[in-house]
């Protein structure tokens, strides 16, 4: 996934269904989704290319100007929420457990209303469920990936977990078998 800026215009794209090579500027966009999503594809043959996440509206004193005091509450209760949800959230390598030797392939599980990453039968971590997580899936490797370096062969997602983490949204798939394919060289099934 790209973080948004000017940059991804100019950043490189080769398309796995046909011969097709370009530029951002040169995709196909499609329908942005959540407000937050858009969707690159091959403009010859449509194929999946890549996700852009567009900048979230950031919380500041400017957007508060010309809300009701029950706007402002409603603002500030979500803020919390908000705050309290990032401080479950894994952040940095740090905070994950030593593994023994060897090869490690983890699962991304869901319980409840929590995601857990399994070793086996035991959870190494786990923070808040998020419907249609994919992002905050690539977020996770990335960080798993940082702590266990080349000894992480795979984070799998299980079964159940997938309703949650694909949701209603289509490229969800086909992006998370990229990023399983960039980060640990997998090529996944579905
Ligand atoms: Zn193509």
Redesign the pocket.
Known sequence: MSNYTEDWMKKEYT?N??S?SGNGGETARGIMYRGTFLELT?P??S?FLDVLILPAEKGCAHSREGLSEEQLKAKEAEDEQERQYREKCLASAGQLPELSEGEITLSWDMEQDQTQIRNGETVIWNEPVVYEGFDRFEQVAVILKEKYGSRLKDLVPTDRSKLFLYGDYEPSLSYLKKVRKELFGVDAEA
Do not use: P, Y
Request: hydrophobic letters at 10%; one cysteine or more; charged letters at 10%.
């Open positions: 398309c269904g046909c097709w091959c010859t043959c194929e």
